[in-house]
């Protein structure tokens, strides 16, 4: 599309006890809109046109890694996939229309209510004519804050994207994210302390919209000398969507690779690689168990759990489950 040339810009400064995030893009070209909107959530497949004469697009984003205030607005659609990444993400609408989670859930939007996107798996988007605010909140924050309200450790917490938040959630949120806004909006003025109390605000407030879900562990991790293992079957939980090696996972737990697979067959009775094949096998039948009637197939879903051979997979999950991939496929489309 011929206009005017976008402009792009983006800075990561040091400051006192965090690092300062600032994004700026805008411009009339549609090219240039996908090339660089897509490049901010690492997205591969994104596309956009214009609605009418006048297309435009303007995105700018301010924070630090615990939490990004963000704003993006477009006269025209555009539509994409976001991989999971470091951060939760809030947003919603204040103009226009917009669908999250294309061919899967398909969720419409709803003007000034929050939608938490899904965090756990790829999504794709579509967004027409929107003026839109979004919350980047780092995992590492939400964990510590969700660890804090339980009293305990809550490495593997995930959240459910098609909850219905209360009202009075959904007002808690606003409230925090206004005054954290106005408080942002003063610059160099903001001390880092108080920085932090207003990204913990945010945090709790997004919890309340959004109670978290604690990955289930195996009981023999809570002694305290399996500490290592535990740290590796957190990691594992938390990141099963993404390749994950053994020397990554040897790495987490601060041990060699073979020392690693002898400790989880102490005390697990599997090598680490067995036991995330376990948790992928899990997430592939709750979405099986869960899927689209019209849409969904075993292949798909094992791909996108990373099992590329189908033969492979239905063995392991009738194996673990009893009945093939298929049958638990054919049950969510009798019960639909």
């Known amino acids: 599309m011929e206009g005017a ?20 893009a805008e ?7 996908r090339s660089t909107l897509s490049s901010f959530y690492d997205g591969s497949e994104w596309s ?84 839109q605010k979004l919350v980047h909140l780092g995992r590492q924050r939400v964990r510590s804050v969700a660890a804090e309200r339980t009293g305990g450790e809550a490495s593997g917490v995930r959240f459910d994207h098609t909850a219905s938040p209360s009202d009075a959630a959904i007002a808690l949120w606003h409230d925090s994210v206004a005054l954290a806004s106005r408080a942002l909006a003063r610059g160099d003025e903001l001390s880092p302390l108080l920085w932090h109390e207003l990204s913990r605000m945010v945090t ?35 990141h099963a969507h993404l390749p994950l090696t053994p020397t990554e996972l040897a790495e987490v737990a601060g041990l060699s690779v073979r020392a690693l697979q002898d400790a989880f067959q102490r005390t697990l ?11 992928r096998l899990d997430r592939a039948h709750a979405e099986l168990a869960a899927a689209d009637p019209a849409g969904a ?37 009798l019960s639909a």
């Open 204 to 238: 709790v407030a997004f919890l309340e919209l959004y109670p978290s879900h604690t990955a289930e562990l195996p009981p023999a991790l809570l002694a305290p000398r399996h500490a290592r293992i535990r740290a590796v079957v957190e990691h594992i939980h938390e």
């Open 48 to 131: 956009t046109h214009p609605t009418g004469a006048s297309y435009f697009y303007r995105y700018a984003a301010v924070g630090d890694a615990t939490m990004t205030l963000r704003t993006s607005e477009m006269r025209g659609y555009i539509e994409g996939d976001i991989p999971p990444g470091d951060d939760f993400i809030v947003q919603w609408l204040t103009e226009g229309s917009a669908v999250v989670d294309l061919r899967r859930d398909e969720i419409p939007l709803t003007v000034g209510r929050p939608q938490l996107f899904p965090a756990h798996r790829p999504f794709v988007f579509g967004f027409t004519d929107y003026r």
């Open 5 to 24: 040339p976008s402009t792009v810009t983006g800075s990561a400064q040091d400051l006192p006890e965090r690092q300062r995030v600032r994004l700026e």
């Open 269 to 279: 009775g599997m090598p680490p690689m067995a036991y995330l094949r376990q948790v």
């Open 297 to 333: 197939s075993v292949a798909e879903v094992a791909r996108r759990w990373g099992f590329a051979h189908l033969g492979r997979f239905s063995a392991y999950y009738s194996e673990r489950f009893g009945v093939p991939p298929g049958e638990t496929l054919r049950s969510a489309r």
């Open 27 to 33: 411009g009339r070209d549609n090219d240039q809109a």
